[in-house]
């Protein structure tokens, strides 16, 4: 078998080369060679040289909990509604304004937190790179919930355009792109940046998620204002 590249150094069996730290080459392959992988190992210990952006996955995984369980508070609330229509206390609690504010929470609350934090999480594993903008990241994530707060409020308050998982109002659509954009500026700016050359499957569906979703939305979203709170499409 052939040696990898990135070993550190190739010894014949034998040879003794200890390393400044005392530690020795001390694995072969069947040529009867042996080496060491020390850095290998240290390679990926300082993969983003201790600048990982984890409080930022870490907050959208917890944000993405925590609107997940908002969005099921609200759909038992529903189903409790189907059986005692009395619980349609007020206009803020009509099952009309609750659906949409379970779907639109669970769409974008639960599913969009979960899909930023795997995706930061594996661009900085699969590029050995830190992100490019970590504070943008932050902002990204500050931005991210209360985007959502407002949008469920907004469609308690009934500002609903009536299209099917498009409910949200032309305000709340230009902070969804901007939202989008600070995302795509993050995962393109570190692909340029990154360590690791070779393009791994996963980076390349991450680049088309960014591209398709981002298209997908303003299309499907575009809409002809005629007040701040109502628009037409």
């Known amino acids: ?43 990926e210990m300082r993969m983003t040289n201790g600048a990982r952006s984890d409080s930022v996955v870490r907050g959208f995984a917890l944000s993405s909990v925590f609107w ?5 508070v609200v759909g038992l ?16 609690l009509a099952f009309g304004r609750l ?13 969009l937190a979960g899909i930023f934090a795997g995706s930061y999480h594996m661009l900085e594993k699969l590029t050995r790179t830190p992100l490019a903008f970590p504070g943008l990241a932050k902002a990204h994530l500050r931005l991210f919930n209360v985007a959502i707060a407002l949008a ?31 995302f795509a500026v993050n995962v393109m700016g570190t692909l340029v940046k990154r360590r690791e050359k070779q393009m791994y499957v996963s980076l390349w569906f991450l680049i088309a998620c960014v591209v398709t979703v981002a298209v997908v939305y ?11 709170t109502k628009s037409y499409s």
Not at 68 to 72: A, F, H, Q
Not at 99 to 111: D, P, S
């Open 152 to 182: 469920a409020l907004s469609l308690f308050a009934g500002m609903n355009t009536s299209k099917e998982y498009s409910e949200l109002e032309w305000p709340l659509d230009i902070v969804v792109v901007v939202l989008w954009v600070m």
């Open 68 to 72: 997940l369980l908002v969005g099921l």
């Open 99 to 111: 659906r949409v504010v379970h779907t639109n929470g669970l769409i974008f609350g639960f599913a």
């Open 77 to 92: 609330w529903l189903a409790a509604e189907m059986i005692y229509p009395a619980l349609n206390l007020a206009p803020w």
């Open 218 to 228: 303003i299309l499907n979203n575009l809409a002809i204002p005629v007040s701040l």
């Open 1 to 43: 078998g052939g040696t990898c590249p990135e070993l550190q150094e190739i010894l014949p069996i034998g040879r003794r080369s200890p390393k400044p730290d005392g530690r020795l080459a001390i694995m072969a392959n069947d040529s009867g060679i042996i080496y060491t992988v020390d850095n290998i190992v240290q390679r």
